[in-house]
């Protein structure tokens, strides 16, 4: 009986040090669905107690699907990285490895414990390590703090969440404003403005209960464990009139399941998940009205989801509407051509099924990386009025129109209140850009009334998936 008291003694301690954590964890996981691991496991430390190493973890479900999870405990030696700490995250990691479920991460971490010296540097390496492993998808979310080397994670994860007033920097944000010489908060140097519109790290951030909600949603759509409440026929007679790409994706998939991630990084390209008949899909698309052309941030961007969507073996559907490369200068001497390369051999190299839709304008790069049949595309479709060429259709109608340009006097290409200019563009890309052209050399799989692109897409889908 006396241990059984010492035990129950024990155990509120553990709980009341870790209360912030086990709190926020109820929040995601089913009710009473937590089992935690390794609950005791703890070294005196010459700052105090390390109630569970500092670490809470343990596996669950959410919408009764498994899960694995740990969370750090920065109230407990701030978080800081140790060798038993580092030893019950890796078992975490190892246990959703072995049981084929995903990982949950949340990282709450001022740092190392820098009193354990070299044993901390290895306690990172297997941390890191044992992520770049993992065979399953990972969800990282940063609670409040991600200061160091643990912040690395964000780069082996698949999906980043922050919420709203975390910080994640690779180390100190004051040894950050120190070297930079001006005054910055936190939040300025690494906050979720930073993360999420600067350096493109981060897909969504929200509260603690919205951050909750949409890991929730997305452990659904991984399971593909939806259920479409939405009408398998359903036709869209506004994308007749419309190609703006968010009117796209709203009409195309399921009401209300497109799941955008990363939002406010190169908007130019929109990335995500939805439904399409409950099937769960990755969406790539391009957003004309951002940018005609694809910006060495939207190849980075698209490369990093193509790259995701294919470790969790999720079809992927690009919606094409891009002039090709942006003709900038910086851009060329800053890396577009390796970015270029990136995104090829991310497609080229994609096991899954690709399938792409033309709505608009398909040139250069555009064409060959997001549609072509030489990258590997299982189906290709394309909108009645969409453009395929070589190079963007004004270009090569001033190329091919010299004489009439001249005559009409016309000082600048891009005079579009011109009306003569427009007619002349209009003609050439009548004959040499119509998307018949391409249909009739075995490119184009079909050309759609854009009406018909979900009911279209979604026996494409079934078909490629079948054989």
């Not at 200068?329 to 090829?344: F, K, R």
């Not at 190079?391 to 340009?405: G, N």
Request: aromatic content about 8%.
């Amino acid at each position: 009986m006396e241990r059984l008291k010492a035990l129950n003694e024990r155990r509120k301690e553990l709980e009341k040090a870790s209360e912030n954590p086990r709190r926020f964890i109820k929040t995601i996981l089913d009710d009473m669905s937590f089992v935690e691991m390794d609950s005791f496991i703890y070294q005196n430390h010459k700052e105090g107690e390390a109630f569970g190493e500092g670490v809470v973890s343990g596996f669950g479900r959410i919408n009764d699907n498994e899960v694995c999870i740990f969370s750090q405990n920065i109230d407990v030696l701030k978080g800081g990285v140790g060798k038993l700490h580092a030893e019950k995250i890796v078992k975490c990691m190892l246990k959703a490895s072995n049981a084929n479920v995903p990982l949950i991460s949340i990282i709450d971490s001022m740092g190392a414990r820098m009193d354990e010296g070299i044993d901390v540097l290895e306690s990172y390496g297997e941390i890191l390590g044992a992520a770049a492993r993992l065979d399953v998808p990972h969800i990282l979310i940063v609670k409040s703090a991600s200061y160091g080397m643990i912040s690395t994670l964000c780069g082996i994860a698949d999906f980043i969440f922050m919420v709203n007033d975390a910080v994640m920097t690779s180390t100190s944000p004051k040894i950050l404003v120190a070297s930079a010489q001006k005054e910055l908060t936190a939040s300025e140097v690494g906050g979720v403005q930073v993360n999420l519109g600067v350096s493109g790290q981060a897909d969504f951030a929200g509260t603690p209960q919205e951050v909750a909600a949409q890991v929730k949603k997305l452990i659904t759509y991984i399971y593909n464990d939806a259920q479409s409440l939405d009408d398998l026929n359903r036709t869209s007679v506004v994308l007749n009139k419309s190609n703006d790409i968010h009117t796209v994706v709203s009409e195309v998939f399921d009401k209300n399941s497109f799941f955008e991630m990363g939002k406010e990084y190169a908007p130019e390209a929109v990335c995500g998940l939805a439904l399409i008949d409950g099937v769960t899909v990755g969406v790539i698309a391009n957003n004309y009205k951002v940018s005609k052309y694809l910006t060495q941030n939207a190849l980075k961007k698209i490369a990093k989801y193509v790259s995701v969507f294919d470790g969790l073996d999720i079809p992927i559907i690009n919606f094409v509407d891009t002039l090709g490369l942006i003709p900038e200068l910086d851009s060329e001497q800053n890396g577009l051509l390796t970015d270029a390369a990136n995104l090829v051999a991310k497609y080229a190299n994609f096991e899954g099924t690709l399938i792409s839709v033309i709505v608009g304008h398909a040139s250069g790069f555009g064409y060959t990386a997001l549609a072509s049949n030489g990258i590997g595309y299982d189906y290709t479709l394309a909108w009645a009025d969409a453009d395929i060429s070589a190079l963007p259709v004004d270009s090569l109608a001033a190329l091919e129109k010299r004489e009439e340009l001249g005559k009409a006097k016309l000082a600048k290409l891009n005079d579009n209140s011109n009306k003569q200019l427009d007619s002349l563009i209009k003609d050439y890309s009548d004959q040499n850009a119509d998307v018949f052209f391409a249909a009739r050399k075995g490119y184009i799989d079909d050309i759609i009334e854009p009406a018909l692109t979900r009911s279209y897409l979604i026996a494409a889908l079934s078909m490629v998936e079948r054989f």
